[in-house]
C-alpha cells in the first residue's frame, strides 16, 4: 500500500520532489528521517499531514480515500485521482531522550501530530536490556523509568499504543548509564606531623551524582571524620605510634570504595642535637655532635648543619653524628649550628663556640742576642698565637746576608757563626706553619764584637719613693768594660739608666699594687747584652711598721710545757690576762698591750700535779680579784679535786687552798656559777666516778661538801640560763638513750625534773653559745664525729635548730671547744682542735643562714688543749688563746678570718711562690710526696681557690715504682712573662731514678704538659740561679746520701725552659749536705754556690762549702769555712742594706759570713740566737723599716730577729706554728706590702699561710 500510495501521491501531489527523492526544499525531510525522529516536527509535517493535505502520506492502514484533503492544496497539474480526504495519520514517538538517574532514568520523547482523544491510549517505555516497561498516559511525554541497576548503561524505545491496536515504537535513544557511587579517591600527598597527620586526596569521578562529602576514618581511633574538602588534618594522635587510615567518597548513591593508607607514625619535631663542637681544619673544620634527646617519635632523617657567618647549609645522613664543611677561610671564626630532621620537619638548632679557623702564626717575639766568643747567639720567645695550627719551623735571615736557614721549633735558641767581625747584623725571623709564614719580628743591630753578659741575682724592694732594685755586675769583655745598666719594669716602670759602676736603681712610676718583671741589661761599647733572667714583683708602698705580729696565731714562750690557760683580768688594770698552768703551779702571763705578754711571779706548789682540763676563773673569796681553780690529778696515792689560787690582782696569788675527792677519784670538767642565789660563785663538776657534783662556795675561797646532783655518764654538763628565768640550769649529753638532758635550776643549789631533747648518735664535746643572734648565750652546740648540731631555746626548752655537716678533717674534739665571736659580727664562732690530725677547725657562725658558714681548718701541729678567750688586743674581736704538748702558750687572734691552710693529703715536698693565676698577687704552691702532686693556693679575694698539677713522677713504661714530690721551685723559666714551676721527685726505691719535672705556663695561663728529666736517686733539694749569664734561670740539684759523696746536678736552660744535663759535681766534703744557697759571694758578677753541712754537738763541727762561679755553668774552686758544731742553720742575706751579699749562718751566735777578695771567709757575729738550731733562715724586711731582719725557721719555736738603727737585733713577736714544720718562705700574701710566711708540716700535713699584722 506505501508503495501504491508513494506511486498515486507522485502523480497527484504538487510536489517537486518525487517519493523517496530529497526535496529542494531546505526544511524537506525523507518519512525515515521523520519517523526515526532525526528531523524536527517542522521538516516533517509534509509526511505526518493527512493523506489529502499537502503531499504527506497517509495512514498506510486507511480503509478508505476520502478524496481530497481538508488543508491540501490542489495538485499542481495533475488530475485528482480521488484520494481520501482527511484520514487519521497515527503518529509514532519521536527524538526520544534519557536522562539517567539513581537506579533510574526519565525518558522523554516528543508525539507529532498530537492524536485526537481517545485515538491514543498509552505509551510504553522501555529499557533495554532488562526490559523494564513503564506505561505512560497519553498526554505525557516523559516517564521515570524505575527498579534499573545502578551504573549500567541503557536504551530506551517509546511506544504508541492507539485504540484500534495499533503500537508505533520509536526509534531506540541514545545510551544513557544508570548513576553509580563515585570513583575512590586517590592520594594526593600526606604528612606525618606533631601529634597529627595531614592528608590531601584528589577528587573522583561522582558516577553520575554530586559528590556530598568524604568520610574519613583513623585506625587505631575515633568515629569517621566527614569532611567536603579533599584535604583533613587528624590532630590528637601518639606520636610514635603506628596508624592506618582510609577516605571514601559520598554521593547519593553511596560510599566508594576506600583508598587507604598504612603504616603513618605521627612524630614531633626532634629536640636539638646535644655537645656541638667543631675542630678546627685548613680551610675547613669538622663539626661534631651527639643525637637529640628525643627524635619526635619517629626515625632522624638526616641533620642540617648550618655555618655562620655565611649562611651555607649541608645536609648529612640522619646517622651522621660529624660532617667536615669545606670552602672556609683562614682565620675566620665560626659558628656551626645543627638541627636534626625527620619526617615532620626541622628541629631546633645547637649552635658551637666559635671555632677560629687555623691562620698564619703570629711575629715570634722578643729577638735578641749577643755577640760572644765568635759567635751570634740569638734567642726569642714563641709567637703569642700560633694561628691555630702547630708550628712547623722558624725562617731566620739577616741583614747583611750570611745567616739564612731555617729552624726547628725548639729550642727557641740559635748559635751563628762564620759572620764578619766589626759588622753590625740585623736578623728577621718567621714563624711557619702549615698556613704559611707568619709577620716578621727583628732584631736590633747587633755588633759583632762582644757585649756584656746579663747581669745575675736581681733583688727588688718597694719603698716609699719607688722600687730599688740591685744586682751583681756584669761580665764585660776584657778591654770593653760596661758603660751603663738599663733598668725596666714592665708594665708601668720608667726605665732607669745608670753608669757602669752602680748596682743599684729605683724605678718610679708603678701604682701601689702593680705586679711588674723587671730586667737589668748591661751595654758596653758594642751594644747591650742580654737582659738578666727575670724577676716578679708586686710593688706596695710600705707602711712603717713598728712592731709586727702574725696571724692567725703568734706564740708567746714560757719555757716549760703547760697544762691549761684561762683568761681574765688578774692585774686590774681592765685588760685580760692569761693564766697558766705548769705542772704544779700556776702563773699569769700579764698583757703588756701591742699583742705582747710578760709572766709574772710563778705560785706556790699545789702539792699536785695538774691534768690538761680546763681551769675555772671567778672570785670565789669575793674580794673583787679573780681567782683561778684547776683539776688535780689522781691516783692511789694522790686523792684528786681541784685547788683555788686566790688572785692578788697584781698578777700573783695567794697560797693554795685545796678541796679534795678520793683516791683514784678527781673531775673531768668544772663550771662556776651561782647555783644558790647567795651571791658566791659555786663549782658544778662532773666526777671521774659517773656523778655530777656541786660545791657551793662559802665566800672565803673554801666549799661546802660536794652535793650530788645526779649519777651520770662520761659526759659533762654545760651551764647557761636556758629558761631564762634568772637562775643558772644545766645540760648534759646522755648518749646511751640518745637525748639530751636539760636540768633548770631553783635558784637554790638544785634542780627540777629535767626534760629530754631527742638526739640520735648524739656524741661529742657540748659548748655553750648564741648561734641564733638573739644576743643570749643559751643555744647548745655538740661537736660530734660527723656533724655539728646546735639546739637554742625559743621556748625555754632545747630544741634542734640546725645541723652543719663536717668534711673528713672535721670530727671530735680533742678537748673541751670554745664558742666566741671571733670575727665581730656578733655571732658565736667555734674553735677546736683535732689531735689525730693535728688540725685547729674554725666553724664560723653565719649572719646569713644560721648557723653557719663552711668550716675553716689550720694545720698548726701538736697537741693543743683547754682554750681560753679574751680581747687580748683591744680591737673589739674576742681572741682565743691556747696550749698543748708545746712549751708556749698561742693565740689565735680574732679578726678577718684567715684563708684555711692547704691539705696535702700527706707528707709534704717544697713551697714556691709565684703569681700562677696571672691576678698581680701572690700564689703559693706546696709538694706533696704522698699525693704525688703540686697543690695550689691561689689568690683572688678572701677566700682563696685550689688547683693541683698531678702527676709529678711518672714511672717509666713498665716500672711500679712510685714517688712524690721532694721540693720546687717557681719563676719565668721561659721567658714568656709567666712563672713556671719545676720540681724534683722522690721515689720509694734505692736504685730507681728521680726526675726534674717542669711545668711551663702556655699563653691561656694554664700549666702545660710537664717535661720529665732523669736525676740522681738521692736529690733532694732544688734551686733556681743563671749560673752562665745567659739571662736564664738555671737549675741546681743536691743530691745527698749516707753511703757516698754528696753531688750537685747542673741544669743549664737551652731557651723556651728546656734544659740541659751538665756532668755532675762531686762535693769533696763529708756527706750529709743539708743546704743550698746561691749568691756572688765574692761580688766578681758570678752566682756562686753554698752548702751547709750542719754541726753535731761534741760529734763535728758545721762546715759551709762554697763553690766559686765561673759565669759559664761551672765553678773555679772551693773555699771552707768551719763553724761550731752547734751551726746548723744557713741563709743569705743583705744585711747592710748596700748590696753586700753574704750568709747568715746560726752558730750558737747569729753571725754574717762575707769572703774577701782572696775568697778567705769573714765571720762577723752579731746577736745570740740562744740555740742554734733550726730548719733554715730567712733575711727580710718583716717590718717595712728598710733593714733586714732574720727570721729562723724551726719546729715548735720559730723565731724572728728585727735589726735596729746600728745594725743591732732585738727579738720581736714570734709567729707560732707546728711541731713538725719542714719548710717556710716569704712572700706577701695579702698584697699589703708587709712580708709574710707560709710553712708546712709533716704532722698536719697541710701548708699554712701566716699574715704578718702590722701592730700601730
Request: charged fraction near 15%; charge should be negative.
Amino acid at each position: 500500500m506505501r508503495s501504491v500510495w508513494c506511486i498515486l501521491v507522485a502523480f497527484t501531489a504538487l510536489a517537486t520532489a518525487g517519493c523517496g527523492e530529497k526535496s529542494n526544499d531546505a526544511t524537506s525531510c525523507s518519512e525515515s528521517q521523520c519517523r526515526s525522529g532525526e528531523c524536527s516536527s517542522e521538516g516533517c509535517e509534509s509526511f505526518l499531514a493527512n493523506p489529502g493535505g499537502d503531499g504527506g502520506p497517509g495512514d498506510a492502514g486507511s480503509s478508505e480515500d476520502a478524496g481530497s484533503g481538508d488543508g491540501g492544496p490542489p495538485d499542481a497539474g495533475g488530475r485528482d485521482a480521488g484520494a481520501v480526504s482527511g484520514a487519521l495519520v497515527l503518529s509514532t514517538p519521536i527524538n526520544v531522550k534519557a536522562v539517567p538517574g539513581i537506579r533510574s532514568a526519565e525518558v522523554s520523547w516528543g508525539l507529532s501530530p498530537t492524536q485526537p482523544t481517545g485515538v491514543l491510549t498509552a505509551f510504553e517505555v522501555k529499557a533495554s536490556p532488562g526490559g523494564v516497561l513503564v506505561s505512560a498516559v497519553p498526554t505525557a511525554r516523559s516517564a521515570q523509568v524505575t527498579g534499573l541497576a545502578n551504573g549500567t548503561s541503557y536504551t530506551f524505545t517509546v511506544t504508541a499504543v492507539y485504540a484500534d491496536g495499533s503500537r508505533k515504537v520509536s526509534s531506540v535513544s541514545s545510551s544513557v548509564r544508570t548513576s553509580s557511587v563515585p570513583g575512590a579517591p586517590s592520594w594526593s600527598s600526606w604528612k606525618t606531623g606533631d601529634q597529627q597527620v595531614t592528608l590531601n586526596w584528589r577528587v573522583p569521578s561522582d558516577g553520575g551524582q554530586p559528590i556530598q562529602g568524604y568520610s574519613v576514618t583513623l585506625s587505631p581511633g575515633g568515629q569517621p571524620l566527614t569532611t567536603t574538602e579533599t584535604t583533613v588534618t587528624l590532630t590528637g594522635l601518639t606520636n610514635g605510634a603506628t596508624y592506618g587510615v582510609s577516605v571514601v567518597a559520598i554521593n547519593a548513591v553511596g560510599s566508594s570504595s576506600a583508598a587507604t593508607l598504612s603504616a603513618l607514625v605521627p612524630t614531633a619535631l626532634p629536640s636539638a642535637p646535644v655537645r656541638v663542637s667543631a675542630a678546627p681544619l685548613l680551610r675547613a673544620a669538622t663539626v661534631y655532635w651527639a643525637p637529640p634527646a628525643s627524635t619526635g617519635g619517629g626515625t632522624l632523617s638526616g641533620y642540617v648543619i648550618t655555618t655562620q657567618p655565611g649562611g651555607m647549609t649541608q645536609t648529612v645522613s640522619g646517622t651522621a653524628t660529624s660532617a667536615t664543611l669545606s670552602g672556609l677561610v683562614n682565620g675566620g671564626v665560626y659558628t656551626f649550628s645543627v638541627a636534626a630532621q625527620n619526617s615532620t620537619g626541622t628541629g631546633p638548632a645547637t649552635t658551637s663556640t666559635e671555632v677560629t679557623l687555623p691562620d698564619i702564626p703570629s711575629a715570634p717575639v722578643n729577638l735578641t742576642g749577643v755577640f760572644s766568643q765568635g759567635r751570634v747567639e740569638l734567642d726569642w720567645l714563641p709567637p703569642v698565637s700560633d694561628g691555630r695550627s702547630a708550628l712547623t719551623g722558624y725562617k731566620l735571615t739577616s741583614s747583611p746576608a750570611g745567616a739564612e736557614r731555617s729552624l726547628p721549633t725548639t729550642p727557641t735558641v740559635v748559635s751563628i757563626t762564620g759572620l764578619a767581625l766589626d759588622v753590625s747584623y740585623t736578623f728577621t725571623l718567621v714563624a711557619v706553619n702549615a698556613v704559611g709564614e707568619g709577620p716578621s719580628v727583628s732584631s736590633a743591630p747587633i755588633l759583632t764584637r762582644p757585649q756584656p753578659k746579663a747581669p745575675t741575682d736581681v733583688r727588688v724592694t718597694s719603698t716609699v719613693d719607688g722600687v730599688v732594685v740591685r744586682w751583681n755586675q756584669a761580665t764585660a769583655p776584657e778591654g770593653d768594660p760596661v758603660t751603663e745598666y738599663l733598668v725596666t719594669a714592665s708594665p708601668g716602670g720608667v726605665p732607669v739608666t745608670v753608669a757602669g759602676d752602680t748596682l743599684v736603681a729605683t724605678v718610679t712610676g708603678l701604682p701601689s699594687g702593680t705586679q711588674a718583671r723587671f730586667h737589668v741589661t748591661a751595654r758596653n761599647s758594642a751594644g747591650r747584652g742580654r737582659p738578666s733572667a727575670p724577676v716578679f714583683h708586686r710593688h706596695v708602698t710600705p707602711l712603717a711598721c713598728e712592731t709586727p705580729s702574725f696571724a692567725p696565731i703568734s706564740g708567746h714562750s714560757y719555757g716549760s710545757p703547760l697544762n691549761f690557760v684561762g683568761a681574765g683580768d688578774f692585774t686590774g688594770d681592765g685588760q685580760p690576762d692569761v693564766v697558766v698552768g705548769a705542772t704544779y703551779r700556776v702563773a699569769v702571763m700579764a698583757n703588756e698591750g701591742r699583742r705582747s705578754f710578760s709572766r709574772r711571779e710563778l705560785s706556790a706548789s699545789a702539792q699536785a700535779t695538774f691534768l690538761d682540763l680546763p681551769p675555772v676563773v671567778a672570785d670565789f673569796n669575793k674580794d673583787g680579784k679573780l681567782d683561778v681553780a684547776a683539776i688535780l690529778f689522781a691516783d692511789s696515792t694522790h686523792k684528786g679535786g681541784f685547788v683555788l689560787y686566790p688572785g692578788n690582782g697584781d698578777g700573783t696569788f695567794l697560797a693554795p687552798i685545796t678541796t679534795n675527792t678520793a683516791l683514784n677519784t678527781t673531775l673531768n670538767c668544772m663550771a662556776s656559777g651561782d647555783f644558790n642565789s647567795d651571791g658566791t660563785p659555786d663549782v658544778l663538776a662532773h666526777t671521774t666516778g659517773n656523778q655530777i657534783v656541786l660545791y657551793r662556795g662559802l665566800g672565803n675561797g673554801s666549799f661546802a661538801s660536794p652535793t650530788t646532783i645526779v649519777s651520770s655518764s662520761g659526759y659533762c654538763p654545760i651551764v647557761a640560763d636556758f629558761n631564762r628565768d634568772g637562775f643558772l640550769d644545766y645540760a648534759r649529753i646522755d648518749g646511751a638513750n640518745n637525748r639530751i638532758v636539760q636540768a633548770n635550776g631553783t635558784g637554790t643549789g638544785t634542780f627540777k625534773t629535767p626534760s629530754y631533747v631527742p638526739c640520735t648518735t648524739c656524741g661529742g664535746e657540748a659548748v655553750v653559745g648564741d648561734f641564733d643572734k638573739d644576743g643570749a648565750r643559751d643555744d647548745v652546740a655538740i661537736i660530734g664525729r660527723d656533724r655539728v648540731r646546735v639546739f637554742n631555746t625559743p621556748s625555754g626548752t632545747l630544741s634542734l635548730l640546725g645541723e652543719t655537716i663536717l668534711p673528713d678533717e672535721g670530727g671530735i674534739p680533742t678537748a673541751i671547744p670554745i664558742a666566741v665571736d671571733l670575727d665581730g659580727d656578733a655571732v658565736s664562732d667555734l674553735l677546736w682542735s683535732t689531735n689525730y690530725d693535728r688540725h685547729l677547725h674554725v666553724l664560723p657562725g653565719s649572719t646569713t643562714a644560721p648557723p653557719f658558714a663552711p668550716l675553716l681548718t689550720y694545720g698548726f701541729s701538736g697537741e693543743a688543749y683547754t682554750p681560753a678567750a679574751g680581747d687580748f688586743d683591744g680591737d673589739g674581736r674576742m681572741d682565743v688563746v691556747l696550749t698543748g704538748d708545746f712549751m708556749d702558750m698561742r693565740v689565735f687572734w680574732g679578726g678577718p678570718l684567715m684563708p684555711e691552710s692547704l691539705p696535702l693529703e700527706g707528707a709534704p715536698g717544697g713551697l714556691a711562690q709565684g703569681d700562677f693565676n696571672r691576678d698581680g698577687s701572690a700564689d703559693l704552691a706546696a709538694g706533696s710526696i704522698a699525693k704525688n702532686a703540686i697543690h695550689l693556693s691561689l689568690s683572688g679575694g678572701a677566700s682563696r681557690g685550689r688547683a693541683m698539677l698531678s702527676p709529678v713522677y711518672v714511672p717509666p713504661t713498665g716500672s711500679t715504682v712510685t714517688g712524690g714530690v721532694r721540693d720546687l721551685v717557681a719563676g719565668d723559666l721561659d721567658e714568656d712573662g709567666q712563672e713556671d714551676l719545676a720540681a724534683i721527685t722522690t721515689v720509694q726505691s734505692s736504685t730507681a731514678s728521680n726526675q726534674l719535672v717542669v711545668f711551663k705556663r702556655l699563653p691561656s695561663g694554664e700549666f702545660d704538659l710537664a717535661v720529665r728529666y732523669p736525676e740522681d736517686n738521692t736529690v733532694y733539694e732544688l734551686i733556681k740561679v743563671d749560673l752562665n749569664e745567659d739571662g736564664r734561670f738555671d737549675l741546681v740539684t743536691l743530691s745527698s746520701w749516707l753511703f757516698d759523696k754528696d753531688s750537685l746536678g747542673i741544669w743549664l736552660n737551652q731557651g723556651n725552659g728546656r734544659f740541659a744535663a751538665q756532668p755532675r759535681y762531686a762535693l769533696s766534703s763529708e756527706r750529709g749536705t743539708s743546704g743550698l744557697v746561691a749568691a756572688d759571694l765574692d761580688r766578681d758578677g758570678h752566682m756562686d754556690l753554698a752548702l751547709l753541712r750542719g754541726g753535731q754537738p761534741i760529734v763535728a763541727p758545721g762546715l759551709v762549702h762554697v763553690l766559686w762561679g765561673n759565669g759559664a755553668g761551672g765553678f773555679a774552686g772551693t773555699t771552707t769555712f768551719t763553724g761550731t758544731p752547734y751551726m746548723r742553720n744557713m741563709g743569705r742575706a743583705d744585711l747592710d742594706g748596700q748590696g753586700l751579699v753574704g750568709l747568715v749562718v746560726d752558730n750558737g751566735e747569729m753571725g754574717f759570713l762575707t769572703f774577701d777578695a782572696a775568697r778567705q771567709p769573714v765571720l762577723t757575729l752579731r746577736f745570740d740566737s740562744q740555740d742554734g738550731a733550726g730548719l733554715g733562715l730567712i733575711a727580710e724586711d718583716f717590718n717595712s723599716d728598710g733593714r733586714t731582719d732574720v727570721f729562723s725557721n724551726s719546729s715548735y719555736a720559730p723565731k724572728l730577729w728585727l735589726q735596729q738603727s746600728g745594725g743591732a737585733f732585738s727579738p720581736a713577736r714570734l709567729p707560732s706554728w707546728g711541731s713538725a714544720v719542714q719548710d717556710a718562705l716569704v712572700a706577701d700574701w695579702n698584697g699589703d706590702g708587709l712580708t709574710d710566711l707560709a710553712f708546712t708540716d709533716t704532722e698536719a700535713k697541710s701548708a699554712t699561710l701566716m699574715l704578718n699584722v702590722c701592730l700601730p
